[in-house]
């Protein structure tokens, strides 16, 4: 019962999360940008993978569900990595990045051939033998052991995606980071550290998996309580995943938009952040923020304070990159802090929410996370070390 829900649940969890897509396009933006479309993709192709894992799972052993099997978790990583590349970097699409898809489409191609070669009993019989003894090459013979080499094969083009995604994922959600501290002054709701954090945390699990599948007493795939636990956390992962990125399309959009601003802005000169006027607009971008207490303002954007000093957003990146040696979000949230630090001196007895709030953050956590990231100690111990 357990071995069939959780090969269930995943199947459950992909149908909601593409509803979920579909229904939010269609209500609000009435089209499928390439990022809702990548999205849908990935979703589809982990659909695919998960219908593959519960027919072979509760022992329907037939070479279609082989195929889609097999084609979902080699197509599984691929498209996950284009849809992160598609969401967060669309500028920096390339051909070679849908080469990754093909690797995968040329492996099923090959498994399908090799299926239709052999005849129905033989391959009944290689389906149930490879289920229940997948490292055993004794019983295999002429085109079953090529097909069990082929499924070799793509068992390390698995891993080897896997080491891939977690590489190249980590690299592109880090440069992410790094775009929206220099156009928000809060990452609240927009960072995307989870996606790490799952790469993370899926590459460990899975090591898990193969290491209970070598060296475990049960060495059969689709009847191991490992495989289960993998399958519910691996669903609970796409579903946290879908949730964020879900709203992550209209973040996006948003400093899509606002590079569009900068590219129109920008002269043909390429501006150096050694002019001799740039000294006198870095002390313009300290008055303008103190003057105004720009940095009270929880969803202030670098495209305000640039429109303020009348320069771009580019110049302005470039100031503080140079001269205060942070991005925008870290020089607003230096001013916060000290805001909380003063208002927690002047008002001990004022809860930290409240503190948070009124030093121009959206949430309690974010405040929590920039005092830590600045300070070393959480708002509480700094309270206490200074006897407030």
């Not at 269609?26 to 998960?50: D, E, G």
């Not at 299926?115 to 149930?128: A, C, I, K, Q, W």
């Not at 085109?143 to 995606?161: E, G, N, P, R, W």
């Amino acid at each position: 019962m357990f071995h069939t829900l959780a090969s269930f649940i995943p199947i459950v969890t992909c149908i909601c999360h593409i509803l979920n897509v579909c229904m939010y396009t269609t209500s609000r933006h009435k089209v499928f940008t390439r990022q809702r479309s990548a999205l849908l993709t990935s979703l589809l192709i982990a659909l695919t993978f998960f219908i593959g894992v519960f027919m072979l799972a509760n022992e329907y052993h037939n070479a279609v569900w082989d195929i889609l099997y097999t084609f979902g978790y080699l197509m599984l990583f691929p498209t996950f990595l284009l849809y992160i590349k598609i969401l967060l970097e669309p500028e920096n699409i390339k051909i070679s990045d849908f080469l990754h898809i093909s690797i995968p489409i040329l492996l099923t191609i090959t498994v399908c051939a090799l299926y239709g070669l052999m005849t129905p009993s033989e391959r009944t019989l290689y389906v149930e033998s490879f289920l229940e003894h997948p490292l055993n090459y004794s019983q295999f013979h002429g085109i079953a052991l090529i097909q069990k080499f082929v499924h070799c094969i793509c068992q390390i083009v698995f891993l080897t995606q896997l080491v891939i995604l977690v590489i190249k994922g980590t690299s592109i959600t880090q440069r992410y980071k790094g775009r929206v501290n220099d156009y928000f002054s809060d990452d609240a709701g927009r960072a995307i550290g989870y996606i790490t954090r799952f790469f993370h945390i899926l590459s460990a699990l899975i090591f898990l998996i193969i290491m209970y599948v070598i060296f475990g007493p049960d060495s059969n795939k689709f009847t191991g309580i490992m495989p289960d636990v993998m399958y519910i956390i691996l669903s609970l992962f796409i579903g946290i995943s879908c949730h964020y990125a879900v709203m992550q399309l209209n973040i996006t959009d948003e400093i899509y938009r606002e590079q569009v601003k900068q590219n129109i802005q920008q002269t043909v000169t390429a501006y150096n952040v050694q002019d001799k006027g740039q000294v006198s607009l870095k002390n313009q971008v300290t008055i303008v923020i103190e003057r105004e207490q720009l940095y009270l303002k929880p969803d202030l954007k670098a495209s305000e304070l640039a429109m303020a000093l009348n320069i771009t957003q580019i110049q302005l990146q470039s100031i503080i990159n140079h001269y205060f040696g942070t991005s925008f979000s870290g020089l607003i949230n230096r001013y916060r802090i000290n805001h909380a630090k003063s208002l927690m001196k002047e008002q001990p007895n004022t809860p930290i929410y409240i503190i948070a709030e009124m030093s121009g953050y959206a949430t309690e956590m974010s405040f929590y996370n920039n005092f830590k990231q600045i300070t070393g100690t959480t708002p509480t111990n700094w309270k206490r070390q200074k006897g407030l």
